[in-house]
Antibody, heavy 120, light 108 residues
């Protein structure tokens, strides 16, 4: 069974960079697409972006080019960096593995999520 | 950009059928996926590709998609089905993933 676990600081200061890592177990990261999704408190889900195992990335334009997703195949991890954060970036951040390789992609496996608060 | 419209809330009595809709122009030409999220938990995929269920999801959960509307149907609703439900599609023109705003299902 595939398992994902997010890790990283729970508190980030405004204007600084949010950094999170997702550790994957039960599957090789050298397959599939791997995404980050966030959910502000009391609000809905927002797709942040994905990385393909080839290293190709794609992002939600709402981030205004502040996001970077990278892969560390030696550790079976992928990471998210979000720069110039504001209070609006306060959210639970989820990592997920996509399914639907031969059809429309969907989020088949999710991490438990980690709350990141942006505050001074 | 692709926008999916869901009703904010749906209420249903136990044992009845709940129908949660997801709307967009020509949505029937796209594949729709559905997630259930209970408080404090990560979302769980309950229907993918309009009508398929992952293993472990009860047959009470079913989906359909035609025209401008996709529907998640939950038959014989139980108290444990109370949750937020989200639809999701693939915006193939930009290779983006898009969520609906979510619907809170209340079991009366």
């Amino acid at each position: 069974q595939v398992q994902l676990q997010e890790s990283g600081p729970g508190l980030v200061k405004p204007s600084e960079t949010l950094s999170l890592t997702c550790t994957v177990s039960g599957d090789s990261i050298n397959n599939y697409y791997w995404s980050w999704i966030r959910q502000p408190p009391g609000k809905g889900l927002e797709w942040i972006g994905y990385i393909h195992y080839s290293g190709f990335t794609n992002y939600n334009p709402s981030l205004k080019s502040r996001g970077t997703i990278s892969l560390d195949t030696s550790k079976n991890q992928f990471s998210l960096k979000l720069s110039s954060v504001t209070a609006a970036d306060t959210a639970v951040y989820y990592c997920a593995r996509e399914g639907g390789l031969t059809s429309a992609p969907y989020f088949e496996f999710w991490g438990q999520g980690t709350l990141v608060t942006v505050s001074s | 950009s692709y926008v999916l419209t869901q009703p904010p809330s749906v209420s249903v009595a136990p044992g009845q059928t709940a129908r949660i809709t997801c709307g967009a122009a020509n949505l029937g030409t796209n594949s729709v996926h559905w997630f259930q999220q209970k408080p404090g938990q990560a979302p769980v995929l309950v229907v993918y590709d309009d009508r398929d269920r992952p293993s472990g999801i009860p047959e009470r959960f079913s989906g359909s998609n035609s025209g401008n509307t996709a529907t998640l149907t939950i038959s014989r609703v139980e108290a444990g089905d109370e949750a937020d439900y989200y639809c999701q599609v693939w915006d193939r023109s930009r290779d983006h993933r898009v969520f609906g705003g979510g619907t809170k299902l209340t079991v009366l």
